[in-house]
């Protein structure tokens, strides 16, 4: 449970340690760079516990990390999504 508890850790600081982007021209581009590549990565990790879960023995604290790192990212692209619009 503690090493779970390290991955989910670490897995939300790589999220959470996103630099903030301002807003202006060039940096819309950005923004939508790094939306779309959160995307691809929401979608990576819904396959992954898609995979994780139909396992014949899915491993719950797996299932737990990839969760919370799923809800991470779709929070990260929604706070992003405002700042384009």
Known sequence: MANAL????AAIAVVAGSQPVK????QSMSLN????ALKERHA???TRIFDEDHRPQP???TLMRLKVEKL???????????LVN
Do not use: P
Request: hydrophobic share 30%.
């Open 59 to 61: 491993d719950a604290e």
């Open 33 to 36: 760079t790094r939306l779309d």
């Open 6 to 9: 390290r991955s989910l850790a």
């Open 72 to 82: 991470r990212l779709k929070e990260e692209m929604e706070r992003l999504r405002t």
């Open 44 to 46: 990576s990790l819904e």
């Open 23 to 26: 807003r202006g021209g060039t």
